[in-house]
Structure formats: structure tokens, C-alpha cells
């Protein structure tokens, strides 16, 4: 984007999670890829909140949910959780075997539609747009577009 004439971006190194964005406001605050690795119910409630607080008044939060659990080859993926960690895993976590010619388990989080509605609720934004897009179905994610204002 370098040279495109009404645009500034930064790009910076930070841990996503534990790291808080950085200071100010933004007109787009994205996280894409990104919530279905957030572990914990509370965690990606608090997590929204906080990317919600660095969306400036007329800008926008975009987020996505990977819906993988709908699908049967994601589900054949699925291992069982080890019996020490079993106990500690909430609702729609999984684990994922994402065979990738190594043996790599993904830990993966499935927000379902009562769950993605909580979160927008949580960031305090209004939803503008909610759609579903990508992979081999064109639906494999959830978007939320928030903001300050009403939908229109």
C-alpha cells in the first residue's frame, strides 16, 4: 500500500492476544483468522472489547469465525483431548489433526451463530454487515462488519 494516495498502515510484530493494540483509534480494526485460536468463552469476549475500544467513531471492526465444525472434513480431523487436559476445555474446543505431512494438532474453537451474536453484542458496536464467505463452500467463515452508528 505504499504510495496509494489517503492511506496509512503499520504494520508491527506484537503478540495479538496478551498484547494490547496499539494506543489511538483506527478507522479499520481487523482480525481475521484469528478467533477461533482464542481459547476461553471470557477471553475472546474480553479480547472483542478491547479491539472495539481502538475503532474510531466513524470506523469499523471486521472480524471472522471459522465455522469448520460444519463441515465433515474438519470433523474427521477431530482427536480426542488428552485426559489431562480433557477437564479444562470448554464447549466447541477441539482439537485438530491438520496434517500437513507433519504431526501438527491445532487447538481450534467453533463459534457457532449464538456465540458470534454474544460477541458483537460484547464489543459494545452495532453489526452493519454479517455475511459468509470463503473456502471450498464459498461459507467457511462468519463476518461481522461493526461500528458506532445504527445499521442504515
Do not use: K, M
Not at 482464542?38 to 466513524?58: E, I, K, M, S
Not at 470506523?59 to 465444525?69: E, I, Q, S, T, V
Not at 456465540?115 to 452493519?128: F, I, K, P
Amino acid at each position: 500500500l505504499a504510495g496509494v494516495a489517503g492511506i496509512s498502515l503499520t504494520l508491527e510484530t506484537r503478540d495479538a492476544l496478551l498484547d494490547a493494540p496499539p494506543a489511538g483509534t483506527y478507522d479499520l480494526v481487523a482480525a481475521f483468522g484469528v478467533l477461533h485460536h482464542v481459547p476461553g468463552y471470557d477471553f475472546r469476549r474480553r479480547w472483542l472489547q478491547v479491539l472495539a475500544t481502538r475503532v474510531a467513531p466513524d470506523g469499523r471492526l471486521a472480524f471472522a469465525a471459522w465455522r469448520f465444525y460444519e463441515y465433515e472434513r474438519f470433523r474427521q480431523r477431530v482427536v480426542p483431548w488428552p485426559p489431562e487436559l480433557a477437564a479444562h476445555v470448554e464447549r466447541h474446543d477441539y482439537l485438530l489433526d491438520w496434517r500437513r505431512g507433519v504431526a501438527a494438532l491445532r487447538y481450534c474453537h467453533y463459534v457457532d451463530d449464538a456465540e458470534h451474536d454474544d460477541l458483537v453484542r460484547a464489543s459494545g458496536l452495532h453489526e452493519l454487515e454479517s455475511y459468509r464467505a470463503d473456502g471450498f463452500t464459498g461459507a467457511v467463515n462468519r463476518y461481522s462488519i461493526l461500528g458506532r452508528e445504527l445499521r442504515r
